[in-house]
Structures are given as structure tokens and as C-alpha cells.
């Protein structure tokens, strides 16, 4: 069997749990109808089961190679970019006048795992060039966007984010590339940077790079720097790609897994760009493309988890041994916890969207605030899941989990790099308990509150998952209080305990509703109850690290811990 | 920085935690003095950090490759395997009338501690070719003791263990393998086994398997099995490697990790072989070799984590980004993680070897119960530590940790087989619970009251972390109560989270002791209270989960986890 798009979870997501309905709703969106919604998910599964999955081993297999400068990308992959871009999927949520449908988020992040889950390596080009229409769409110039972001959206050409340097990752003001005014408007881009996912392709006519530079005489660190749009070929009279820029691919990095998705060194020389956004306003642009790319990460780690799941729940039934090994009590626990992992990420994953789509509706700053503080939750839930998930895989396989040509290793081996990019999930853990709670936790009380209200309405059809969920809410609640009367070293110290359990009570909170919207009997039920009884537990150990502080990590000095 | 054997932390876990010193003080391990086991572990850690460790690159990046039917290892590897065998390291404790140094096992695993941290895909060689020695001197006949058991111990051969085939794996009963007598004493062997871990290689002169096969008219299932020995060369009239016998390499397995040992499909066509003790008792015979290789493969997940914690601490000291990364509260986080984690697990394996020869030396029952208690156990938290210490590992060198050539990436391919082989991490929370507890949990009981009077004693000095343990003891008390009352789909359902919030439990005890040693002041008391404090709620979580039993996974079919 192969990978299946998880249709049937999406709808009953958006319908019953998340709800989609209210974005449905909005006049902003009032074209997202229920049919319509239903017909772009079905065609989309169509794609990632038919086009897509089809080639995500060759992508493990056969890499992407730098041959005389140019990237050559796994066979098949150009095909089904095609198909992709063909069918208009990059510009989901792309504004309509440059081409996109304008659907909401929601919808493009539903698409977004299940082409995850079909092959990541490729996905991974799409995402990355949605991240940039929307961060032209915000700060570019008109003449840009109409010359850009067109071309991006029918996959003509793709777009890559450029922040990382050799000494400048997670401390991104420690960037040095430079750009130097050429007096016609444009700039010299010089600098070497590091990790460019789809930094050059085959797939694409024309890749337009968002660089990261610091102008002569710009302020120290994170204040000093400006975003630039950096062609692969500087576009002719006609908007074409015309004379190659002075930037080059200098090699590929060999990586654990995602060998599919071409990872460049890049160097410009001198390379010609144009500012996007102010001077020295850079990174406010740049987080414009990496919250969107945060959350869409998130939903990498859901797809590439029920791509995992699946394989596993498959082999499971197949595999004989004293019985199929599915009905062995220590298998069914794996993948019951696996699709209740899977169902709770995905939950918070379009919760996240959801939030972010009414704010784009409405305006209101309340689902802006909801939107902020789901996103680090949602990325680092979500790729954490994406891991665990296929590491469990893996397990249900036994020792052919370990051999290669069964497949699953290649989940195990490609989602690992999920909570590294696009900001470590300790840093979103620490974006989760510094910036996104300087209002002493406004967000996360509202999210509470809602909670309650709906563990309040279950309590008479299933109490005992309600009571359990009314006071891990509560445990929750008094360790915020608590944790915003920290200073920050000791809001650090817990900040990725504090995310895990505050995911945990969301996930609770999502199987309750799941369970509710079926009367509370039925097969979701019984996963809202696997889930609630079994896994919600975690939550309290992990508030219990994040309440111990600071001080005993950093009591142990690293020479204490050389051992 | 490269591997550093991990000396210090040994040497302090049997002096003051396991303890050692009762072993020592045993008339049949009189000869493990301090200043032998010191002279000894010295020596080994100079060979695991000079010679082996240097290897272990080198598997990874130029995997075994099956040559004209001939398997040829890694650059280096016959050179470092020579090493281990010159300096006496396989026969650490077999016995001395055939060679070996006759020392306790405790010695024996923290030597494998420390090689497996320098190389996993080398040390599993001596690894199984250690369990085979203890399965002949149990099972074999004097005759066969004395033509294998000293070639064994000097390294000149190797030994194997055959029991997987492609539809018996967890189900060792469905195997299909042939013995057929000759006449004259020694049987045919004919079958396909597959995973043989070092099935064939150029660092010896003769492989030595152990096979398991059915007599004609055996039993169906485990009780219709025999065990035989068949070399892959038939010693001639003096004991040397003659005429090729009836058997080859039909292929390596293409794996996700440990690429330098070479993993072997092998036909057996009429192989001759003869018989391991009594016919259709091979399935015991068997369990003496893989109780031994149990223990170690914890042991291996011990020296795996210990090697990437260490590479972890090196790389965030280096690695400045607003200062070094180790100065972030997060990342010390997860190195103090990672420490703690490597320290419990070391200890509990250690404890369990302490146990077995214990037992050896007394022959009380007591002992032998405890050591069969502690093994799978042993076996499971230290694999289950060895893939989440490589994985904070991976982690915590942020992109780098995804790129192959930084090296941490291969700790977590290689670690990964460990939860998986010599019984699968469930099979060995099933025999916990199952086998191990079938006196209703005498041996669970006793390391409790040890436990307790333990955290008594240290009340005056640790009130916080001796009230912390107790409590938890306590409720893991009532969890086994609870258990041993259950029927076996039941307990099966929640056999891993049992076993993990014992081995958790037991991770505190051990920490407790090793700061009570330094008075309850300094970096052990430190990282005591990193694990107690931080790290050790989590078995209340694992307790609830166990506790919900089997109804709620088992109401979940594999057609409802489809979605």
C-alpha cells in the first residue's frame, strides 16, 4: 500500500474541531464554501497520491547532484513540480491578481500536509516560494511584486530564503554578506551563505533568492540588516530571465536525510539586487516569510507522520507473527499513541491557520495574538510528532525498519531536520514564553478559557475524559501564572517542557471536541480516550521540569558535565 | 575532540553506586581487586580512544561489501578488531581454562560501555562472539569447547547467532531451517537465515555460527528446535580452518546505520554442523547467549549516548552564536538532559551485571532473580537513552547536526537498531512483566525496600530529592500491585510504560546514591537533582499510562487507526 492522502482527517478537522467554518463565514473568504473547500482537497489528494508520493524514494535514492553548476534534481521530480505548480497549488493562498486562488491559509496548510506527507524533499520547493509571494506581497514594490510574484506562482520560477551564514544561524544578526548601492537603485550583494533549501533546480526556468545583507555603515546585529530580491537571472525587458547574476551554486550538502531537496552553499559575488521593504528593516520582512514557513513546517511534521503511520498501521497487518502483529497488544499501543499523535498535531496545526486566517478576515487583534502564540506551538508540536511518529514506525517494523528498501527509515532519516529549521523548536519555545507572552500570557488564558468552557459542556457525556482535561487546564493555568512571574533565564530554562505540555492540553482539547462532534461513541472517542487517559498524563512531568527553573541546569557548569 | 572512555563516571558507579565492591569481595572474583579492575579499564579505555575510536567513521563512510562471496570490512576495522583480540578483550570474562581473563561481568560491560561508544559496528563482533563463548561453555560438549572456545577468545574466529529467517523474527517458533543426521555424529544444515550480524568478514580466519534448525519430525513451534554449531570452514585433524563448508553470504543488508558491520542473508546447503546441547533444547541454549547479548545491547545504547552527549558538550562550548551555546539556558537544558540520562542508564545496566555475578559467585537465587529483573530493563532504557541522547545530540549542533560529515547523525542511525534487535524494546517489557513477574514481583518488591531505606537514610541530607524518590516508589509500588493483578493483554498493553517508569524510578535511586557519595554537595548532587527534579515525574505519566490497561488500545481496530 502507499501513501493515502488523510482526506477523511482534514474534513472532519475542519468541520467539526478546528472550525473552518467561521474563516467559511467571513466575507474575506466567503468564496471558501463547503463544496468548493471539497473539491481543491479531493484534487489535491488526487495529486500527492497519483504524482507525488510516486517519486519521494527516487528522492532518497538518487539525490540531487551539482553537475557544471547546476543542480539536477531526482528523477521525476521536474514531472511532478510540474504537476504541482500546473495545478495552480503554489498560489493557494496567493493574492488573485497575480494569479493565486486567495484561499484561506487553512486550505493551503491542509494541502500543505498532505503533499508533506507524499514527499517532502519536493514540498519543501513550494513552501519555501509561498514564504516569499507573501513576504513580496507585504514589502516589496509594485514594480516587483508585478514582475515576481506571477512567475512564482506558476512555478515558472522558485524562490529560496536566504538568512544563514557560517557563523550566523540562530543568531542571525551575526550576518556579514554585504550590499553595496550601484547608484541605479539596485545593489552589489557579496557573501557567502550556508543551508539554502532549493537554492538552484532544474525544475525551474529562474530562482529568485530573498537575501539577507547589511548596507555600508548599518548598525551591529539584527538592526543593520535589509532584505534584497537576488535573481538567478536578472529578468529582461520582457520580465524573462535574461544574463546570469554573479552568483553561484559552490556545492550541496550531504545530509541525514531530505536528499531529494537540493541544501546550497551559495555565493554571491557582487551579484545584483533590490531592496525589498526599508533599509535596515530586514528582519521584520523576513519574519513575514518564516511565520508562515513556521507554521507550514509544523505541517511537514504532520504529513511525513501520517505517511509513517500509515506504512506502520499497513505492515502491521500484514506482517504474521503469532497473528498479525496489529493485534498484539504492544503494536496496538504504538499505533493507537501514533494516530492520536498525528490527529492531536494536525488539530493545532489548522487551529494555528485558522486563527490566522480570521485575522486576515476580520482584523481583529485577538486572532492576530491567537495566531502568534499557535505558531511556535504548532511548528515545534507538529515536527516533534513528525519525529516521534517515525520513530515509532520504525519500531512496529522490527528489523526490517532498519534495512533501507523498506522505506521507513526514509521518514525517520527526512523529518529529523524539522525541528532544526526555520528557528530550532527551542527557539520557538523561547519565542513561545518571551515575545509571545510579554502581555503576561494573554493567548494561552483565552485558550484556557475555551477549554473549560468546552470541557464543562462534555462533562455529561464523557466525564471522565472532560474531568481530566478540566484539570490539566487548570495544573496548566497556575503554571502560566507562574512562569510569567519569571525572569528570563528561568522561562528558558522551561520553555520546551512549558510548549510540550501546553501542545499536550491543546491536543486533549481537540480529541474532546473530535469525540463530542460523534456523540462521544464512535472510533474517535476511542482515540480522543487513548489520547486523554494515556498521553495527556505528560503534560504534569513536563510542567514539572518547566517549574523547576534555571537554576539546577545551570548549576552544572559544562565541565561538570565533560563527566 | 574526539571519544574520551568515559572512566571517571565508571569508575564511580562501581565504587560507589552499584556497588561493585560486594562482587570483588566474592571468593570466585577475588582477583578483581581495585588496582586489577582499575589496571584493567585503563588499559581498555587507551585502546577504545586510540584504536577503535578513530574507526569508527570510516564504517560509516565506506561501508563491509560482500566481495566474490567474501565480506570486506572497513578501512581500519581488521586492524582495530586485531587490536581488541591482541589485548585479550573478547575473553574479559570467559574462562580461564580456555584463555580468559575469568573477570566479573560488570568489568566485561564497562569495557563494552566504553567500546561501544568508540565504534558500535566493531564491538558488535566481540559482543556476539562473547554470548557464543557462554553458550558453548554451558551447552556444548567438552570436545567442542576445546576446538572453538580458545579460537574464539584469542579472535582468531568469531561467532554468529542465526535465528531470524524472513517469516521468524519476534516469532523464533516459525523457523524453518533443517537439520538432518549424517550418520556419523554431525548433521546437515539447510536453511535461509537472515540479519546475521557479522555473518562473514576478512578480520578472522574461521566464522564460528550457532544455528538454530529443526530435527526431522520436531515439534512445531520453539519446542521442535535445536541449536548446532557449523563453521564456516570444518576444522581439520589439528584444530585449523580446512575445507569450505556448505554455506555462504547471499547478500548484505543496505541499513540506516551501522554500515561497517556487515549484516548477512546466509544459505546453508547442507552445511554440517553439529549438535549444541540436547536436541529440541535449542531455544535455551539460545537464551544463555542472548541473556548475555542482552545486557550488552543495552550496553551499547549506554556507550552510543555517552559518545554523542560528549560530542554534544564539545560542540556547544565551540559554537558561539550571543555567546556560547552551552550558556544558553536551553541548550544546557539539554546537555544536563543528556548527562543525567547517560548516568542512569550506565548505572542500572552496571547494577544488573553487578547482579549476574552476584549470582555466579553465590548461587543464590536472589541474585539470579534480581539479574533476570534488571535485564530487560537494562536492555531497554539503555537503548531507549542511547536513541534519545543521540537525538538531543543532533539537536542541540542545530543544522549542522543534519549535514553527515559532523558526525552525530551516525550516532543516531547507528543507536537506532538498538531498541530493535536481541528482542525488540516490547519484547522485553512483555518478559518484565510477563516471565520476570510470574512469582508475582518478588524481584520488583526487594529493589523497592532497597530504594526506600536508601531514600530514608538520605532524607537528612536531601529532604527534597530522598522525598521525591520515595513518594515515586510508593506509587510504583501500588502500579506493580496493581499489575500483577491483571491479565497478560492487559499488562502486555502497558508493559513499555511500566518498564520505563521503573527503569526511571531506578535512574533516581542511582542518582540519590551517587550524590549521597559526595555528602550531597557538588556536580553528582547537581545532576541528582537535574534527573529527580526534572527528569523523574515522568513516571507517573508512564504509571498512567500503564495503568489504562489494554481495553482502550485494543477498542481501536487497525481500520479505525487507517483514518
Redesign the interface.
Known amino acids: 500500500m502507499t501513501y493515502r492522502s488523510?482526506l477523511?482527517?482534514i474534513r472532519f478537522v475542519l468541520d467539526h474541531v478546528v472550525p473552518f467554518g467561521a474563516v467559511a463565514a467571513t466575507e474575506r473568504f466567503a468564496e471558501a464554501t463547503p463544496d468548493t473547500v471539497e473539491a481543491i482537497l479531493t484534487e489535491a489528494a488526487k495529486l500527492c497520491d497519483g504524482v507525488v508520493a510516486p517519486v519521494n524514494g527516487n528522492g532518497d535514492k538518487t539525490p540531487a547532484r551539482l553537475e557544471n553548476g547546476v543542480v539536477r534534481t531526482s528523477p521525476g521530480f521536474a514531472e511532478a513540480f510540474g504537476a504541482i505548480a500546473e495545478g495552480g497549488w503554489i498560489g493557494v493562498s496567493a493574492p488573485a491578481e497575480h494569479g493565486g486562488m486567495d484561499l484561506p491559509q487553512t486550505v493551503n496548510m491542509s494541502i500543505q500536509d498532505m503533499l508533506s506527507g507524499a514527499c517532502l524533499a519536493l514540498q519543501l520547493n513550494p513552501l519555501l516560494t509561498q514564504g516569499q509571494i507573501e513576504a513580496l506581497e507585504h514589502h516589496a514594490s509594485e514594480e516587483i511584486k508585478a514582475l515576481y510574484i506571477p512567475k512564482l506562482i506558476s512555478g515558472e520560477w522558485s524562490g529560496t530564503m536566504n538568512l544563514?551564514e557560517p557563523?550566523?544561524?540562530?543568531?542571525v544578526?551575526?550576518l556579514r554578506t554585504k550590499a553595496e548601492p550601484k547608484g541605479d537603485g539596485s545593489y552589489a550583494i557579496t557573501g557567502q551563505k550556508?543551508?539554502i533549501t532549493w537554492g538552484d533546480s532544474d525544475v525551474v526556468s529562474n530562482v529568485s533568492h530573498l537575501v539577507l545583507a547589511r548596507l555600508p555603515g548599518a548598525a551591529a546585529g539584527t538592526k543593520g540588516i535589509s532584505l534584497f530580491i537576488v535573481p538567478k537571472y536578472l529578468p529582461d525587458a520582457d520580465g524573462n530571465p535574461g544574463k546570469a547574476n554573479a552568483l553561484k551554486v559552490v556545492s550541496l550538502?550531504?545530509?541525514?536525510?531530505l536528499h531529494g531537496s537540493p541544501t546550497c552553499v551559495m555565493s554571491y559575488e557582487g551579484a545584483t539586487g533590490w531592496l525589498v521593504g526599508e533599509e535596515n528593516k530586514g528582519m521584520a520582512a523576513m519574519f513575514t516569510m518564516m511565520n508562515n514557513a513556521r507554521l507550514g513546517v509544523g505541517m511537514q511534521g504532520v504529513g511525513v507522520a501520517?505517511a509513517a503511520?500509515?506504512k506502520a498501521?499497513d505492515y502491521?497487518?500484514e506482517r504474521?507473527?503469532?497473528g498479525v502483529i496489529?493485534d498484539?497488544?504492544?503494536?496496538?499501543?504504538?499505533?493507537?499513541t501514533m494516530?492520536a499523535e498525528?490527529f492531536a498535531a494536525r488539530a493545532i496545526g489548522l487551529s494555528c491557520a485558522v486563527a490566522l486566517d480570521m485575522h486576515k478576515a476580520t482584523g481583529e487583534g485577538e486572532w492576530a495574538a491567537r495566531g502568534a502564540f499557535l505558531t511556535p506551538i504548532a511548528k515545534a508540536y507538529g515536527t516533534d510528532v513528525g519525529?516521534m511518529v517515525s520513530?515509532m514506525a520504525?519500531?512496529v517494523h522490527?528489523?526490517?525498519?532498519?534495512?533501507?528498501?523498506t522505506g521507513v527509515?526514509q521518514f525517520?532519516?527526512d523529518v529529523?531536520?524539522t525541528?532544526?529549521?526555520e528557528g530550532?523548536?527551542?527557539i520557538q519555545?523561547?519565542d513561545l514564553v518571551g515575545r509571545k507572552m510579554m502581555d503576561g500570557g494573554e493567548a494561552a488564558y483565552r485558550l484556557l478559557e475555551e477549554l473549560e468552557a468546552d470541557a464543562e459542556a462534555a462533562r455529561a457525556v464523557l466525564p471522565d475524559l472532560a474531568g481530566d482535561l478540566w484539570s490539566a487546564a487548570e495544573t496548566l493555568r497556575e503554571a502560566t501564572e507562574w512562569l510569567t512571574g519569571q525572569d528570563m533565564?528561568?522561562r528558558?530554562?522551561?520553555?520546551?517542557p512549558y510548549l510540550r505540555a501546553f501542545a499536550r492540553v491543546l491536543g486533549a482539547h481537540y480529541h474532546l471536541r473530535a469525540a463530542m462532534a460523534e456523540g462521544g461513541k464512535g472510533?474517535r472517542t476511542?482515540?480522543a480516550?487513548?489520547y486523554i487517559?494515556?498521553?495527556l498524563?505528560?503534560y504534569?512531568?513536563h510542567l514539572?521540569?518547566a517549574r523547576?527553573g534555571?537554576a539546577?541546569?545551570?548549576?552544572?557548569s559544562?565541565d561538570?558535565?565533560?563527566?
Open positions: 488523510p477523511g482527517d544563514t557563523q550566523a544561524g540562530s543568531d544578526g551575526a550556508i543551508f550538502e550531504h545530509k541525514l536525510g501520517e503511520c500509515q498501521i502491521a497487518q504474521n507473527q503469532m496489529a498484539h497488544p504492544d503494536v496496538r499501543r504504538m499505533l493507537a494516530r498525528v519525529c520513530e520504525v519500531q522490527g528489523g526490517m525498519g532498519y534495512i533501507e528498501e527509515a525517520y532519516r529529523r531536520v525541528p532544526i529549521y530550532t523548536n527551542g519555545a523561547m533565564p528561568a528558558f530554562a522551561g520553555a520546551v472510533a476511542n482515540l480516550r487513548v487517559r494515556r498521553l498524563p505528560m504534569a512531568a514539572a521540569e523547576d534555571g539546577s541546569v545551570m548549576a552544572l559544562p561538570d558535565l565533560a563527566a
